[in-house]
């Protein structure tokens, strides 16, 4: 079996697994306690942080470690709209974001925000001339995703960072960017983001683990009431094997993200080359997207269908993203993108990893040719 199925989670590093077993049985002591074991798990969670921060070019102090990206996007959004209700109570994001970030957003709805929701285009972009038109004398915060989990389009976040510093300093600016981290550059401090969220199993690191980017001097209303760890912003006691196990899976994702890119793009280029000689395919990726991700539809047939047809022939697919994947109704992503009903239904995200070679590649092709013929004696 083959793994294509990297934007859903990842295949963990060797050494990742074996830090958290070591840590996880030397170093037990609550880093809040203050004899030697607490003082040891402090100095690792301490490290950790550096380790964070200097792959994300920031300060340690910024470094926010948090239970995934999902509590990241509701600290962010949530903590910022509780915290600054003095500027006002609007908020704006896309149509297309991932559900912790839209669904938080319908909920802050539901407890009085206004939230503005960008359409997109084609391609499923917005423009940063979209988000200042958008833009209230009551605007406290914009989310926009860097790469979009279902299709891989790559939103234009540095233009919008720097129009929002230009034109409304006072806006905050949020940016998940859980499927762009490793895979393409981004400078956080020089795109003018003011808030950034990460997961740790997107990157080959645990699940469970995740970190927020907080600029210094900015502050939130903490979600969680409790012993005020995390500067206050995320009460608990920190997770200390899978953080620093979170900080050896960022640094090595840092690393190696040139040649990974460039790795993945070609191999991505070879998939959609492919693809392109079946006519029958839609492909929803659009030429500014991620290297890593390939998604289409396949309009008249359920997506579930050709997932398991190319199971069957031994490769791991996903109908879209991993928490919406076992709801039946048509993408959200997909429609708001323009597709029909019909096509927002068949849809199937292909998203490749390190470990995958061009035989690989050639191999699921063969199988999605195979599937395809199948589905259409089946019509």
């Known amino acids: 079996?083959?793994?294509?199925?990297?934007?859903?989670?990842?295949?963990?590093?060797?050494?990742?697994?074996?830090?958290?077993a070591e840590v996880m049985a030397r170093h037990y002591g609550n880093p809040s306690s203050l004899h030697r074991l607490g003082e040891e798990s402090d100095r690792l969670l301490n490290k950790a942080r550096e380790v964070?921060?200097?792959?994300?070019?920031?300060?340690?102090?910024?470094?926010v470690f948090t239970g995934g990206a999902t509590e990241s996007n509701n600290t962010a959004i949530k903590g910022a709209a509780l915290q600054y209700t003095n500027r006002g109570k609007h908020l704006i994001t896309t149509e297309?974001?991932?559900?912790?970030?839209?669904?938080?957003?319908?909920?802050?709805?539901?407890?009085?925000?206004?939230?503005?929701?960008?359409?997109?285009?084609?391609?499923?972009?917005?423009?940063?001339?979209?988000?200042?038109?958008?833009?209230?004398q009551d605007t406290v915060l914009v989310s926009v995703m860097h790469v979009n989990n279902e299709t891989g389009t790559l939103q234009?976040?540095?233009?919008?960072?720097?129009?929002?510093?230009?034109?409304?300093?006072?806006?905050?600016?949020?940016?998940?960017?859980?499927?762009?981290?490793?895979?393409l550059p981004l400078a956080v401090k020089g795109s003018g983001i003011d808030l950034y969220s990460l997961s740790a199993h997107k990157l080959r690191g645990p699940k469970g683990v995740g970190?927020?980017?907080?600029?210094?001097?900015?502050?939130l209303s903490p979600l969680l009431a409790g012993g005020g760890q995390e500067g206050g912003i995320r009460s608990g006691t920190e997770n200390i094997p899978y953080i620093v196990a979170f900080a050896k899976a960022l640094r090595l994702a840092s690393e190696g993200q040139p040649s990974r890119a460039a790795k993945l793009g070609a191999l991505k280029d070879r998939l959609l080359r492919g693809m392109i000689a079946l006519p029958e395919l839609l492909i929803n990726t659009p030429g500014a997207s991620a290297p890593h991700i390939v998604h289409f539809s396949y309009p008249g047939t359920k997506a579930e269908a050709l997932l398991h047809m190319l199971e069957e022939e031994g490769f791991f697919v996903s109908t879209r993203s991993a928490c919406s994947s076992r709801r039946s109704e048509p993408s959200r992503v997909l429609l708001a993108m323009g597709r029909s009903p019909?096509?927002?239904?068949?849809?199937?995200?292909?998203?490749?990893?390190?470990?995958?070679?061009?035989?690989?590649?050639?191999?699921?092709?063969?199988?999605?040719k195979k599937s395809v013929q199948r589905l259409q004696s089946l019509r």
């Open 1 to 20: 079996m083959i793994y294509f199925d990297h934007a859903a989670t990842t295949p963990p590093y060797k050494e990742v697994t074996e830090t958290v």
């Open 52 to 63: 964070c921060a200097a792959a994300l070019s920031v300060n340690p102090k910024e470094i």
């Open 342 to 368: 019909e096509a927002a239904s068949s849809g199937i995200r292909i998203s490749l990893g390190e470990e995958h070679h061009e035989q690989d590649i050639d191999a699921l092709l063969a199988a999605l």
């Open 211 to 219: 970190l927020l980017y907080v600029r210094e001097g900015l502050k």
């Open 156 to 183: 234009p976040v540095a233009e919008i960072g720097a129009m929002l510093k230009d034109k409304a300093p006072r806006v905050l600016f949020h940016v998940d960017g859980v499927q762009g981290f490793g895979k």
């Open 96 to 136: 297309t974001e991932h559900p912790s970030v839209y669904e938080c957003c319908k909920q802050l709805e539901s407890w009085g925000w206004e939230v503005t929701y960008l359409p997109v285009d084609a391609d499923g972009l917005v423009a940063a001339e979209q988000v200042q038109a958008a833009l209230r």
